[in-house]
């Protein structure tokens, strides 16, 4: 299973953050399986935004609930995170990975894409 992120590399404030994750090796719609996008802003440890599961159904953190969007597309079998209104504090590391089975940490992770929120 291989995961790999792709995106924008740098985006203005209060812009949007569109950021794809494309899966080989396993469909994004097989059942039991999460499929999350994880942060981590420099210096600091990880941080869980959210994920969609097997059936379409998304999960936010409280602290994204109204900031992020995830779908996915399964005839690219490839899912995405939009992240409205970015402000500099996204500057961040953004990786996409899954989970499975109730599972809270992930078995497969991708490489991570550097996000630089600046003017």
């Known amino acids: 299973v291989q995961l790999q992120e792709s995106g924008p590399g740098l985006v203005k404030p209060s812009q949007t953050l569109s950021l794809s994750c494309t899966v080989s090796?396993?469909?994004?719609?097989?059942?039991?399986?999460?499929w999350n996008w994880i942060r981590q802003p420099p210096g600091k440890g990880l941080e869980w935004m959210g994920a969609i599961d097997y059936s379409d159904s998304p999960y936010y953190s409280p602290s994204h609930n109204s900031s992020a969007s995830i779908a996915r597309d399964t005839s690219k079998n490839q899912f995405t995170l939009q992240l409205n209104s970015v402000p500099p504090e996204g500057t961040a590391v953004y990786y996409c990975?899954?989970?499975?089975?109730?599972?809270?940490?992930?078995?497969?992770w991708g490489q991570g894409t550097q996000v630089t929120v600046s003017s």
């Open positions: 990975g899954r989970t499975c089975c109730g599972k809270t940490t992930a078995d497969y």
């Open positions: 090796g396993a469909a994004i719609a097989s059942n039991l399986y999460y």
